[in-house]
């Protein structure tokens, strides 16, 4: 069954591999406030003017990864406080998020303690394959500190949400293909029918050389770089895969026994089914 599963996913991946866009989203409210968000990282900002004023500002960013969060600036550009999934409140400078890990984050700020009302202004929203949903299924524990919750969102499509030391730190989407997350030594990668592989090591670091690897079963990966995004070519006994650029999220390749995830930093990470797993051997270019 696993087999047969593995070299189902192969066939879709062979067929193509798409690459992750770019999508921005239009400001909303006063003309000083700012607003983007890129969906190849899922990641969203909006920049708007703090109630102290005297040019003091508060920018906020609603990370799939790392829940929302708010920086407030004093008029020389300098951080005067940050409210966060670790700290979703400061009473003395008076900043707080509401559903600091929700689909819906709202920023409350006032000048004044006490009974003063607090000015919400809704963080920017993030594209649906960023923003968590569906129906908790599964929890998995990947380690001491590691745990991962898996999402039913529909047929063919899954999520994850990887928490270490009790704070979410990465944020996976499966819609019809693979998604993953590389993070310290582990990769976690999960299917769009809900199943994962995950392991440690068998990674090259961070910007590596550019050309080609060696996987352990002695299949290739060719790493390419394109107007500064990394890309990955699988060559495996099945084929040649289409080239995957990891804009933003990693993107993955797999065949029956070969799983890749190329980071969005260039890294690489394999993992051969029934092998000792070894971290990809450069070949040169």
């Known amino acids: 069954m696993r087999t047969a599963l593995r070299t189902a996913l192969a066939l879709v991946a062979l067929v193509g591999t798409a690459t992750a866009s770019v999508?921005?989203?239009t400001a909303a409210g006063a003309a000083t406030a700012t607003a983007s968000s890129t969906a190849g990282t899922c990641v969203a900002t909006k920049t708007v003017p703090s109630v102290f004023g005297g040019g003091w500002k508060v920018k906020l960013v609603n990370?799939?990864?790392?829940?929302a969060s708010a920086r407030l600036f004093d008029a020389r550009g300098r951080v005067v406080s940050t409210v966060?999934?670790?700290?979703?409140?400061?009473?003395?400078?008076?900043?707080?998020?509401?559903?600091?890990?929700?689909?819906?984050?709202v920023f409350g700020q006032r000048s004044e303690g006490g009974p003063t009302p607090w000015k919400s202004t809704a963080f920017p929203a993030l594209s649906a394959d960023c923003t968590q949903s569906g129906k908790l299924v599964r929890t998995l524990r990947l380690d001491s500190r590691t745990s991962a919750q898996i999402f039913k969102v529909s047929a063919g499509h899954y999520q994850?949400?990887?928490?270490?030391?009790?704070?979410?730190?990465?944020f996976i989407d499966a819609h019809g293909?693979?998604?993953?997350?590389?993070?310290?030594?582990?990769?976690?990668?999960?299917?769009?029918?809900g199943t994962t592989v995950t392991w440690t090591g068998a990674k090259t670091a961070a910007n590596p050389r550019l050309g080609r690897y060696k996987l352990a079963n002695g299949a290739t990966v060719k790493l390419v770089k394109r107007s500064g995004v990394y890309g990955a070519?699988?060559?495996?006994?099945h084929g040649t895969f289409p080239?995957?650029?990891?804009?933003?999220?990693?993107?993955?390749?797999?065949?029956?026994?070969?799983?890749?995830?190329?980071?969005a930093d260039g890294t690489l990470s394999a993992y051969i089914y029934g092998r000792t797993q070894k971290a990809p051997l450069y070949l040169g270019a």
């Open 23 to 25: 999508a921005t989203a």
């Open 63 to 67: 990370s799939a990864d790392r829940g």
């Open 84 to 105: 966060d999934q670790s700290r979703s409140i400061d009473t003395a400078r008076g900043l707080r998020i509401t559903g600091v890990l929700s689909a819906k984050p």
């Open 160 to 170: 994850a949400r990887v928490h270490q030391g009790g704070s979410l730190v990465r």
């Open 177 to 193: 293909r693979a998604g993953a997350a590389v993070f310290g030594s582990r990769t976690l990668v999960l299917n769009p029918d």
């Open 233 to 237: 070519q699988l060559t495996t006994g």
């Open 243 to 263: 080239v995957a650029y990891a804009k933003g999220r990693p993107s993955v390749q797999q065949d029956d026994v070969t799983l890749v995830v190329l980071g």
